[in-house]
């Protein structure tokens, strides 16, 4: 099942999110066909940063919250929160016909 990760950065986290990127998006990579899509949110500019979407795929919920707690942004207190949705890829899925 796919599970949207949700994440929204505390407020003045922009610092520590820029300085701690690269682990982030390494351990996104680790992930490998386990991530389905990623990118961040971004205030109205569409450049400052201010939380991410992350798409897995997992067993089950524990398992898509197990990945969102092993996120370096969040073992940093990056994240205030973190919601974790079931997804559904209706339209667009490169893997299915809608």
């Known amino acids: 099942m796919l599970y949207a990760l949700i994440c929204t950065d505390k407020p003045g986290s922009l610092a520590a999110r820029k ?5 982030h998006l ?3 990579k680790s992930l490998g066909k ?3 899509l990623a990118g961040p949110f971004t205030e109205t500019d569409g450049q400052t940063m201010n939380g991410s979407l992350i798409v897995v795929e997992a067993a089950s919920i524990d398992a898509a919250r ?3 707690a092993n996120d370096p942004f969040a073992r940093l207190g990056i994240f205030a929160s973190v919601d974790i949705r079931p997804w ?11």
């Open 19 to 23: 300085a701690n990127r690269p682990e």
């Open 26 to 28: 390494a351990y996104l």
């Open 34 to 36: 386990t991530l389905v």
């Open 66 to 68: 197990k990945i969102a």
């Open 88 to 98: 559904l890829w209706t339209m667009n899925n490169p893997g299915k016909e809608a």
